[in-house]
Each structure stands twice: as C-alpha cells, then as structure tokens.
C-alpha cells in the first residue's frame, strides 16, 4: 500500500463526496439528530441520548458509503480504478477513513448540542466511541454493498441486518436486565456499540467488564469486517494492485 497513493485516493473521495452532496446530507442528518437532542429535557438520561447516537453510524456510516458505492459502480469507476496502481486496499481504506471522519464529527456535534457545554473529557471519551462504532459501521456498509446489484438489492439486505442490530435497544433502555441480556444479545455488535456509547456519556453506568468487552468486540468485529470487505471488493475492482 502506497502512502502517497492512497493519499491521492482520500482527496479524490473527498471531492466526489462533496460533488454528490454527501456533506449536505450529513449535515442535514446531523441537524435532525442535534434537534431531537436539544428538545429533549435537561434531566434526560444517558440512555436516551446515546441511543440517538447509535443511530448515526448506521445513517451516515453504513448507509451513505453503500449509496456512494452503488454511484460509484454505476458509473463504471471499479473498471476504472483496475487499471491504476490503486489496489482495493487503498479504496477500502479510503472509503473507511473519509465516511468515519464524517461519523465522528457528526456524533460530535450531537453530543455538543445535548450537553453543551461539553467537558473535554466528555468529548475525548465520545471521540473513542465514535471512532469504534463509526468504522464499524462504514465496513459493515462496505460487506452489505460490494454484491448488491441495486439499490432495491441493498435495502433488502440492510432491513434484517437492521432490526437485529437495534434489538439491544431492550437492554439499553432496561427491558431486559441481567444473564438474560448477555444471553440474547452478547454477539450482537450493537449491544457492544451501545455500551461504548453509554460508557462514553457515563461511565459510572458501564461496569469494566463492559467496557473491555465493548471495545474488544468492536476492535475484532472490525477486523474480520475489513477482511471480509477486502476481499468483496477485490473481486470488484478485479485484480490485487500493487
């Protein structure tokens, strides 16, 4: 992998996001989220706030990168990109940087609005947070998109992946307590991005346990979804690149 190249690579992601209004869209979705935050009461719970949060990985992460992916596909860039020296590598790379960013400072800004104003610490552990919750959601949009054939292909698979992934909402919000929780909902990767997200607003309410275990499953999930991603999208792109 070329430093230079995939440098090259991101600056080019990043203006055809603009061009596509990828900025405006995520501004809008912020806006959104910031507004359902600032209406809520001062003595809301971390629960509520942090389950807001959780959405954004999900919308800005995950959705907005397949979308931009399908675009992309066509208008014929993966043929394109074959016969460059960039290998799929750097375009997954590239991708997961520039939407990540995006996620971050997007859940940022939420955060600010809904506790503003925010402590440094508060907006260092948010920062960790969303930095785990926000790749883990660009790679997931990444594995959904690379055989979608069309939009249509990729709402049907995101739909279940969905509904799964906001089952754990029953533990945040207190329906389901206990072995049961760990039980039902251990291996789901949005109980892990919740518990990261509650640690992040109030670590008093996520015991260590939790906390290790949230950013450990994250970190390996990661993993294996950049893998996975890797090779989807190599078989995409159509050779290995240099």
Partial sequence: MNAALLLRLMLWDVRVQARERIYFFTAVTTGVF????????????ATVITGILYLDPAVVGAG???GLVLLERSQ?????????????????????????????????????VATWPPSTGLLLRMALALTFTGVLGVLGGLVMVATANS?????ARAFPVSVVLYLPFLVHFGA???????LLFGINPGHAMLRALLWAADPSAVTLVEMIYAFGYMAFL??????????????TIGHVGS
């Fill in 222 to 235: 990661s993993t294996v979804l950049f893998r996975w991603a890797l090779a989807l999208h190599a078989r």
């Fill in 151 to 155: 939009l249509n292909h990729l709402i």
């Fill in 64 to 66: 907005f990168v397949a």
């Fill in 176 to 182: 389901i307590e206990g072995w049961l929780a760990w």
């Fill in 34 to 45: 910031a507004v359902a935050v600032a209406l809520l009461p001062d003595n809301a719970p």
């Fill in 76 to 112: 014929n860039t993966p043929p394109v990109l074959a016969v460059t020296p960039a290998s799929p590598a750097d375009y997954v790379i590239s991708k997961l940087m520039t939407f990540a960013v995006l996620t971050i400072a997007g859940g940022l800004a939420i955060v600010t």
